[in-house]
């Protein structure tokens, strides 16, 4: 009697190794940061100062340094990148995942310094000031969304679900701008909340 062979089962697209989708990350974030600048974004602020932390919207340096009060939006971005991908992937790893949420944002980056989003947000937003990411910023945010992703990975529906909600609601009331409003502002400017946010905010 011949004994059956055994086959090796084939190892999933869908399941990297961590070692494997880091260097994947690195290169998405390498990509982005010289598809960037190939578009003419400044490495740091043109004021040659890096700050940790940058709190006034209303101003030249927003979107300059490494941290402002967009960069808790690029947060829920993970926390949205999570679900979509968690919805599509159910047999994926979770290195995989995370890669695809990675390459899902640095397509957003790209075209978000685009000079035609760049010029949007000009024109129908109060980002009056904006001309484009400076790639420290850009990277940052990218960081920010892998932090929200492992956040969404590691804590519980109901308190991601809080987070995003306080998150959104934080942002409304101290800024006058969340993701929602930047979404709603980008793809159909409304005046009535144009109007409002130049009213106040930081």
Same mark, same amino acid.
Request: glycine share 6%; proline share 4%; with cysteine.
């Given at each position: 009697? #011949?004994?059956? @062979?055994?086959?090796?089962? $084939?190892?999933?697209?869908?399941?990297?190794?961590?070692?494997?989708?880091?260097?994947?990350?690195?290169? !998405?974030?390498?990509?982005?940061?010289?598809?960037?600048?190939?578009?003419?974004?400044?490495?740091?602020?043109?004021?040659? @100062? /890096?700050?940790?932390?940058?709190?006034?919207?209303?101003?030249?340096?927003?979107?300059?340094?490494? $941290? &402002?009060?967009? $960069?808790?939006?690029?947060?829920?971005? *993970? =926390?949205?990148?999570?679900?979509?991908?968690? =919805?599509?992937?159910?047999?994926?790893?979770?290195?995989?995942?995370? /890669?695809?949420?990675?390459?899902?944002? *640095?397509?957003?980056?790209?075209?978000?310094?685009?000079?035609? #989003? !760049?010029?949007?947000?000009?024109?129908?937003?109060?980002?009056?000031?904006?001309?484009?990411? $400076?790639? /420290?910023?850009?990277?940052?945010?990218?960081?920010?969304?892998?932090?929200?992703?492992?956040?969404?990975?590691?804590?519980?529906?109901? /308190?991601?679900?809080?987070?995003?909600?306080? @998150?959104?609601?934080?942002?409304?009331? =101290?800024?006058? &701008?969340?993701?929602?409003?930047?979404?709603?502002?980008? !793809?159909?400017?409304?005046?009535?909340i144009k109007v409002w946010q130049a009213a106040g905010g930081a």
């Open positions: 009697m #011949i004994a059956a @062979t055994r086959q090796a089962p $084939t190892a999933s697209p869908l399941h990297w190794s961590w070692p494997l989708a880091l260097s994947a990350i690195a290169l !998405i974030l390498a990509v982005q940061m010289g598809g960037e600048w190939m578009m003419g974004r400044l490495p740091i602020c043109k004021c040659g @100062t /890096v700050k940790l932390w940058h709190g006034v919207v209303k101003s030249a340096e927003n979107s300059q340094h490494l $941290t &402002d009060w967009y $960069t808790f939006s690029h947060i829920l971005h *993970g =926390f949205i990148f999570y679900a979509v991908l968690k =919805f599509l992937f159910p047999r994926a790893s979770m290195a995989f995942r995370l /890669v695809g949420a990675f390459l899902i944002e *640095g397509a957003w980056e790209l075209a978000e310094n685009s000079d035609w #989003i !760049i010029n949007r947000y000009r024109a129908g937003t109060i980002s009056f000031d904006y001309y484009g990411d $400076t790639l /420290v910023n850009s990277l940052c945010d990218s960081l920010a969304m892998g932090l929200g992703f492992v956040m969404a990975w590691r804590l519980p529906v109901s /308190v991601v679900v809080a987070i995003y909600v306080a @998150t959104e609601a934080w942002l409304a009331y =101290f800024i006058r &701008d969340n993701l929602a409003l930047n979404v709603i502002m980008l !793809i159909h400017p409304v005046e009535a």
